[in-house]
């Protein structure tokens, strides 16, 4: 399997990209990129057209999700908002305000018609679901607190470290995982609203984190240098993949279940083969941290964003 660049968007931003995902577009789709400069832009297939720049947020965007219906989009600032935008005509359907530092990355739950974020709470210490309400007079709708999954208590010592970074459902919609700044990651049975487990093995906070297609398996990047690959039904740690030089930020897994990709402070995106749990190649594009790492839902390319404001699009062969 191979990275081969595509297409490289300098300036994309004006300021440092910190995260990206693809929405369906007609009959192809678009790469939609959120950034320290407040904006979320979406971007043609090939990101060598800007198609729409979405504004609204008052600092900047650290995470984008999208919806199962292909018309939803999320994005979630420094400014404690989450704002839902159809990303087909450009409107605002609604803008969530949440508590000061109690969002952090956003996902959408899947195989749900009306559309429902858990967000990572942060100071919190767990993760919250947020849906949607009429707001008499206004366009947008407003946020409605669905409920929320509690991290297990701790003492007032250690609240801090129990602090929610990072959020992903399981792809079946059934399971919902969030890292921790302590580098723990609680999985949650989302009907029940009950905690499943609790994986160990990081000891630095976890940034983000991916189901494998299948839903059997999750992938965890932290700063510790490593992506560790858990078994969700035994809770139990498979594989710890080393070879970052710095922070682990990112982690997309490819839709065939077969690959997954790393982005990390040392401006360095890899390419490991799930299937031989080995490194198959290292992509310097960039220059400076990578914070986001995409692959298309049709899996043939893969997308990153960085501090150095650069967009780099890859393709992707088996």
Known sequence: MRLSVANKKEEAHEDCIWTAGWAPKGSGYQLLTGSVDETVKAWSEDISTLGTNFTGHTLGVVSITLHSSGVWAGSSALDSFIRLWDHNNSSTKAIIETPPSETWQIAFQPNVAEPVVAAAGGSSNKITLWGTEPQEGATEEKGKELRSYLLPAGDDKHKRERFVMSVAYSPDGKLVACGTQIGTVAIFDVEAGKLISIL?????????????????????????????????????????????????LSVSCHPSGNAFATGSSDAKVKLWNLSTRSLEQTAN?????????AFRPDGQQLASVSDDKSVVLYSFSE
């Open 285 to 293: 594009e960039h220059s400076d941290q990578v914070w986001g790492v």
């Open 200 to 248: 160990e093995g990081h000891y630095k906070p976890v940034r983000s984190l991916t189901f494998t297609p299948d839903s059997t398996m999750l992938l965890t990047a932290c700063d510790d240098m490593h992506t560790h690959l858990y078994d969700v039904k035994h809770a139990s740690l498979i594989e710890a993949f080393s070879g970052h030089e710095s922070r682990v």
